[in-house]
């Protein structure tokens, strides 16, 4: 069964599909780059709508995918 849909499990989501298109042999930066800017996009949207802890997971994971990004096209 799949968990309550709400703002924290979308973003965990997108996060997840973006994490898993930067790893393995047929990376897909492509659809990570749609990802990051869809948290992006969401980010701006959802601004002084988020709950704190809302607010500091979305920034942690546009970190660690940004980061991810950057290393995965350099590699």
Do not use: W
């Not at 930067?22 to 800017?37: P, S, V």
């Not at 996009?41 to 980061?67: I, P, V, W």
Request: avoid cysteine; proline fraction near 1%.
């Amino acid at each position: 069964m799949l968990p309550k849909l709400d703002l924290t499990t979308f973003f965990l989501s997108v996060s997840q599909a973006a994490m898993q298109s930067m790893e393995g042999e047929t990376k897909d930066l492509e659809f990570a780059r749609h990802n990051i800017d869809l948290l992006e996009l969401m980010q701006e949207k959802t601004k002084g709508n988020r709950s704190q802890d809302e607010d500091q997971l979305l920034n942690h994971l546009l970190f660690q995918l940004r980061m991810s990004f950057v290393k995965t096209e350099k590699e």
